[in-house]
């Protein structure tokens, strides 16, 4: 018998970070298999935890599957006559700005641009923002104002053939955990430094050589105190400074203001002098030195300020587009560089243009477009306010779920109820935001879609098509131009593919261009189909060949009118300490989730790592409020509050809280903490400043405290807390009740064990011999673990005397307990990560020798270097 082909796999890129790691997806008899792509130069095979578990979110159990109109399902053609019939209508009564439309980096390029030419050339609205606002606006902000252009001028090699690697407001270990790799790699290797400004201990605190807990919203005092010092020690590049820059006078004049002396820097930042010093000392005596930020920075009220104020110290340096050396903002989503470019941001019209009048003609000319702009939209959280005011009638939300994202998002939340027309096109059947929809489009998913996306290196991706689409779903650019046909623009939305759409966005970048606007990618404009469709990973600009450019402005040649770069003076910005709320709130992520969990929820290896919303609090804070640790602690801000499991943890610093974005309503009982941020935004570049709401924060009383293990969902009513997760066979439910009524259990035979005196109620629940469903309750929150109890549900039969069993608490013979997962890859838990240090692996690459832990996607290793770094500290101290 002739052997048979292993099927083929098809190349296409991860959907999460912005790392932009290639995939190769392989489907055979129904199985989904993803590997890393050994030949993208993005991670070159490697894959980080929650791109290896892709597989596990691309079911259809919560996909949306069919166009509905008020929930009622309908077909495509009357979908799509309703949107653009009722925009037409909404667009004749109140004008065309009053119609909004909020789109995504999660979107593709091609979708991207489908949407920011309907909206500002033909329908004629100014308002288009993305969630990209949310994300990387103070760093396009501060780049428009160095350079003159929205350009990272480094790549992804710096961060390997650097010395000293500064990491900013970034936690890359759990974020952009590949180039965080990849970093420990070149650490290794070349003895390379990293130096990590973060005000709590991260994972990434872990293998670094500085960690330094800033004050939080400090930075500026912390990049101005550099670049006094860098000045006092004679480390400037006054060439480079005079032959490429401006306004480097005032600048300097103003961080003297503001930091002065190493010791106005540690007292505006709370550090200790010499580890400032240590600091500033490496990074003057290290020409390779690459500065790497990201949200720490980015979501402040004064972000963009902070951008110039690192970028500044690499201007004044000269270090700046040369191999290993220069500021590399990190980027979040997968393709919010690529809404960057169409110019999907309401502060730019299209292709790195603006409003400025020859630009708007130019774009008007290449559209044809009979409604152009006449100058910037509103901005995400201006969009949802003229929501809120009743000012915008009609909005098409793509892409982003902004009832829980949002800053004040119960407020953003309750406004979308006033719209007379409110789109949403989505993956998922049931989230924060769609619930409000009137109509409800089935976008295509990761695995269905084609198209490009851009990564933090200006690196062009293709995501390609594995799958067929769940349903009924469509393409979000074919969706959109076929409600542009509909309203009468029939030849300007004729694409007949992604690639037809990438054309002509390759064309626009190119148009009149001759070198005036860094984004160029002019090379591609008449790409064919074929080419387009075996496109491999290129990096922009791309203007006369299609061979990218690694670097830039290593001439010393920027985008602003005199080519020269802007040195910008910035100073600290003061900040409100109402008495009321003496916490700063710090939000930010978890390792294994992303954003609203959407589909990282719906895997079970995934929820392993970390299944309940909390809030990290110091010792002492945590001691003097009486917060015991796993206990319900209720964080209140002006804007909302949360109810979140107390983790007491000595990374954090006093006076500040920490909670994860991720848990919305459709997880948890009240976790959603973009209710809690204040709507402060930065005012260059509208970022809101998600990472400092003053909070509060106190004991919630809890009656019991269980978790419960069930086939299917159960109901959560009534229960004072609550929050869910999956395993392999069915749903978790951690939960906390207000009282000691009973805990409502699925139909089956029963078996329970309770000790009122202690408060232990334990339940197992049968049916047809199989274990339906399991409680464990208790008086106090618990650290036990069930992963036991998992294992019972892969069962067929559970004899009586083993019912009896389940119920001790104690797991089954011939079970050894894992603790915590923390290799997800190989479900390796904590306790045999303990007994393998214990048994005398003493490094990392040990630990993965003796149990394959950390071995392959590496996601842990910082998590794993912390248990034997733990170990350690404890043996030395039994050793005195
Ligand atoms: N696992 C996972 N990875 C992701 C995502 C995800 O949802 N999950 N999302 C992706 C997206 S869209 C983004 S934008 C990135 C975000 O990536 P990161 O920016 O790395 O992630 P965050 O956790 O939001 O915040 C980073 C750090 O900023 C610190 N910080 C807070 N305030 C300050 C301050 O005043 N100064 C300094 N120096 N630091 C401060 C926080 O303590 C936090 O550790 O991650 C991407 N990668
Ligand atoms: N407090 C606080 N708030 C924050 C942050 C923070 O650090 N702190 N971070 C901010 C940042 S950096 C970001 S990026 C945002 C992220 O916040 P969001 O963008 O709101 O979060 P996601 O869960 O990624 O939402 C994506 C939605 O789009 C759907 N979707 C996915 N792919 C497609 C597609 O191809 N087409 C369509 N039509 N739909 C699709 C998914 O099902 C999901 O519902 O949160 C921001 N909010
Ligand atoms: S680092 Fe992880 S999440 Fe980011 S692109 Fe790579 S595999 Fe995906
Ligand atoms: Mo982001």
Redo the contacts with the bound molecule.
């Keep these: 018998m002739p052997a048979l082909e292993p099927p083929a796999a098809v190349r296409t890129t991860c959907?999460y970070c912005g790392v932009g790691c290639g995939v190769l997806a392989t489907v055979a008899n129904g199985r989904i298999e993803i590997r890393g792509d050994p030949e993208h130069p993005a991670n070159f095979g490697r894959l980080c935890s929650k791109g290896a578990a892709l597989a596990e979110t691309l079911g259809h159990e919560t996909r949306l599957l069919h166009p509905e109109i008020g929930g009622r399902h309908v077909s495509w053609d009357a979908a799509l006559d309703h949107v653009a019939a009722e925009l037409q209508r909404v667009r004749d009564r109140y004008g065309p700005q009053s119609i909004a439309f909020y789109l995504?980096?999660?979107?593709?390029t091609e979708?991207y641009y489908v949407a920011n030419k309907l909206a500002k050339g033909f329908i004629g609205t100014p308002h288009v923002d993305t969630?990209?606002r949310?994300?990387?606006a103070s760093s396009v902000a501060g780049h428009r104002r160095a350079f003159g252009a929205d350009v990272v001028p480094q790549c992804y090699d710096d961060v390997e053939l650097a010395d000293l690697v500064v990491l900013v407001g970034s936690n890359t270990a759990w974020c952009h955990p590949i180039l965080y790799q990849r970093m420990q790699v070149a650490r290794g290797e070349r003895g390379m430094r990293i130096v990590n400004i973060d005000p709590r201990r991260t994972a990434t605190s872990e293998a670094v050589d500085l960690q330094l807990s800033i004050a939080p919203g400090s930075d500026i005092a912390f990049w101005n105190g550099l670049l006094i010092y860098l000045s006092d020690a004679g480390r400037l590049d006054w060439r480079f400074i005079s032959d490429h820059t401006e306004g480097f006078a005032e600048t300097l004049a103003a961080a003297r203001q503001c930091a002065p002396s190493i010791q106005a820097v540690a007292a505006a930042t709370g550090l200790d002098e010499p580890d400032i010093e240590r600091c500033y000392g490496w990074w003057a005596e290290t020409p390779r030195v690459v500065s790497c930020y990201s949200?720490g920075v980015?979501?402040s009220v004064a972000g963009t300020d902070t951008v110039n104020a690192i970028i500044n110290c690499h201007l004044a340096t000269g270090r700046i587009g040369n191999p290993g050396a220069g500021p590399l903002s990190l980027t979040?989503?997968p393709n919010?560089m690529g809404g960057r470019e169409v110019g999907g941001l309401a502060n730019q019209l299209a292709a790195h243009m603006g409003f400025a009048p020859e630009e708007r003609e130019r774009v008007r000319r290449f559209w044809s477009a009979p409604n152009l702009v006449e100058g910037e939209g509103y901005k995400a959280v201006q969009m949802f306010d003229a929501v809120a005011r009743g000012e915008i009638k009609a909005l098409w939300?793509?892409?982003?779920?902004?009832?829980?994202?949002?800053?004040q998002?119960d407020r953003m939340r309750d406004a979308l109820g006033k719209l007379e027309l409110f789109v949403?096109?989505?993956?998922?059947r049931s989230?924060d935001?769609?619930a409000h929809a009137h109509v409800r489009?089935p976008?295509?998913?990761?695995g269905e879609?084609d198209g490009t996306v851009t990564n933090s290196e200006r690196r062009i991706s293709r995501q390609r098509a594995f799958l067929p689409p769940a349903g009924e779903a469509r393409?979000?650019w074919w969706?959109m131009s076929r409600v542009a046909q509909r309203l009468g623009w029939r030849d300007a939305f004729n694409f007949y593919g992604p690639a037809d759409v990438f054309r002509e966005h390759a064309d626009l970048s190119g148009y009149d261009n001759a070198g005036a606007r860094a984004f160029d990618i002019s090379a591609l404009r008449e790409i064919g189909d074929g080419a387009y469709h075996s496109l491999a990973p290129v990096q922009w600009p791309l203007r006369d060949q299609a061979v990218g450019t690694e670097r830039l402005f290593a001439d010393g040649r920027f985008f602003t009118a005199s080519r020269r770069a802007c040195f910008v003076p910035v100073r600290s910005a003061a900040r409100r300490r109402p008495v009321d709320r003496p916490f700063i709130l710090n939000?930010?992520?978890v390792r294994d989730q992303?954003?609203?969990?959407?589909?990282t929820g719906l895997s079970p290896r995934l929820s392993g790592h970390i299944a309940e919303p909390f809030v990290e609090i110091h010792p002492d804070d945590a001691a003097r409020l009486g917060l015991a640790q796993g206990t319900l602690a209720c964080v209140e801000t002006d804007d909302g509050s949360a109810t979140l499991r107390v983790l007491v943890n000595r990374g954090q610093q006093p006076g500040s809280l920490f909670?994860p974005?991720?848990w919305s309503a459709e997880n948890a009982s009240s976790a959603r903490?973009?209710a809690?941020?204040h709507g402060i935004a930065d005012p260059v570049s509208g970022q809101?400043d998600?990472?400092a709401?003053p909070a509060s924060v106190s004991a919630v009383a809890a009656g019991r405290f269980g978790v419960m293990l069930s086939r299917t969902a159960m109901p959560a009513a009534g229960l004072l807390y609550w929050a869910r997760a999956r395993f392999q066979h069915g749903h978790v439910l951690h939960f906390a009740t207000a009282g000691t009524d009973p805990i409502a259990l699925p139909e089956g035979d029963t078996v329970t064990v309770e000790d009122t005196h202690s408060g232990i109620f334990r339940a197992a629940v049968f049916r047809e011999g199989r274990l339906e469903a399991v409680a464990l309750v208790s008086a106090h929150p618990t650290q036990a673990r069930h992963d036991w109890l998992e294992t019972q549900f892969a069962r067929d039969a559970i004899s009586d005397a083993e019912r009896r069993l389940l119920l001790s608490g104690r797991p089954v013979a011939g079970y050894a307990d894992q603790g915590p997962i923390v290799c997800v890859c190989f479900q390796i838990g904590r306790n045999a990560v303990c007994g393998a240090v214990a048994a005398g692996a003493s490094s990392t690459s040990a630990v993965g020798k003796a149990l394959g832990a950390g071995t392959n996607c590496g996601s842990c290793i910082p998590e794993i270097a912390r248990i034997i770094a733990t170990a350690h500290a404890d043996s030395a101290v039994a050793a005195e």
């Design positions: 959907p995504s980096g999660q979107l593709l979708d969630n990209s949310l994300c990387m949200q980015n979501q979040g989503q919010a939300v793509m892409g982003t779920n902004p009832a829980v994202s949002l800053p998002a949403m096109s989505e993956n998922v989230n935001t769609v489009l976008a295509a998913a990761w879609k393409a979000d969706i939000t930010g992520r992303w954003h609203t969990m959407t589909r909670a974005i991720h903490i973009g809690l941020v809101p998600s990472k709401t």
